[in-house]
């Protein structure tokens, strides 16, 4: 984080940040950088992460979908790594280990998503991403078969579309602002858990 923006102290923040946040660190076992950063304006804290809890956890609102959590955390580092946003490549990498539970599938995602190792369905999800992440302006009736042609909805569009926008958003939160992952997040999912 850079001085512009330093993070709020967490006891200075209203009731529900805090209550929010400290449930994460318990669940972590660290606070990831984030959250502490977009507190400094708890209204928009609130919208945030309503959004991406409702994106990234459908189940918490109610919806269900066919995406996993590891691909939603691959889409989320390979257009993130487009974006060149570090604190989501690493943060969501990191998550993305943990998930698909391949401690190399992050690192090739942010390299080079298109030689990574993932699944023809997986690959299909990525170009639709990516297309929004880049060109959204040009996406058509073709982008939409491509994905139903691996089993993808228009329901799944939208989610793998949202998710793509919202965490360009994020991408450039994070990037303005100097937000700079959490040392933790390097090591998560690379090697074993100790039992």
């Avoid at 660190?25 to 708890?42: I, T």
């Avoid at 297309?131 to 139903?148: G, P, Q, T, Y």
């Avoid at 042609?149 to 991408?171: V, Y």
Wanted: glycine share 4%.
């Amino acid at each position: 984080m850079t001085d512009r923006y330093p993070l709020p102290d967490l006891n200075t923040l209203p009731d529900d940040l805090r209550t929010k946040i400290l449930e994460v660190q318990e669940k972590a076992g660290f606070v990831p950088n984030v959250f502490l950063a977009l507190a400094r304006r708890p209204a928009e804290w609130r919208a945030f992460f309503a959004y991406h809890d409702a994106l990234m956890d459908p189940e918490s609102v109610g919806r269900s979908s066919p995406l996993t959590k590891g691909d939603r955390e691959m889409i989320v580092t390979t257009t993130s790594a487009a974006n060149q946003c570090l604190y989501c490549v690493v943060a969501h990498g990191a998550l993305l280990r943990i998930y698909e539970k391949k401690p190399l599938v992050a690192d090739q995602v942010a390299v080079n998503w298109r030689k990574a190792d993932i699944t023809p369905r997986q690959r299909a999800m990525l170009d639709f991403a990516m297309k929004v992440c880049e060109r959204s302006h040009e996406i058509d009736d073709a982008d939409f078969a491509a994905l139903a042609a691996h089993g993808f909805t228009d329901e799944d569009a939208w989610d793998i579309g949202a998710i793509t926008a919202f965490f360009g958003l994020s991408n450039r939160m994070a990037s303005f602002t100097g937000m700079q992952p959490n040392a933790e997040f390097y090591l998560m999912g690379r090697v074993p858990k100790q039992k």
